[in-house]
């Protein structure tokens, strides 16, 4: 199971640290991803990482977003800062056995939070 949080409005420049925590996996084996999905939009890749640490980001969101997780508290974190409007979508949290950048390359999420920048 997996559970996300942090979601919320922000003015556009702000942040927002989104939290995914798993229940029931062997969390330190897994890989971790963000996609996200906006209104009329497919979902979208936002950044993975792997069970050793190794990081992905799409290139909308590198510099300005950092995935880490913490393996003690079976948490993904995603710090978001320099939010843009355009980033206002549904956040989903995804577990896999590899950190990829497919929606198919995971086989668990979570049921999303939102996030809404305001310009």
């Known amino acids: 199971q997996l559970v996300e949080s942090g979601g919320g409005l922000v003015q556009a420049g702000g942040s927002l640290r989104l939290s995914c925590v798993v229940s029931g996996r062997a969390f330190d084996s897994l890989g971790m991803g963000w996609f996200r999905q906006a209104p009329g939009k497919e979902r979208e890749f936002v950044s993975s990482?792997?069970?050793?640490?190794?990081?992905y980001y799409s290139d909308s969101v590198t510099g300005r977003f950092t995935i880490s997780r913490d393996n003690a508290k079976n948490t993904a974190i995603l710090q978001m800062n320099s939010l843009k409007p355009e980033d206002t979508a549904v956040y989903y949290c995804?577990?896999?056995?590899?950190?990829?950048?497919?929606?198919?390359?995971?086989?668990?999420w979570g049921p999303g939070t939102q996030v809404t920048v305001s310009s």
């Open positions: 995804a577990a896999g056995l590899r950190a990829g950048v497919r929606t198919v390359d995971f086989g668990s």
């Open positions: 990482i792997s069970w050793s640490g190794t990081t």
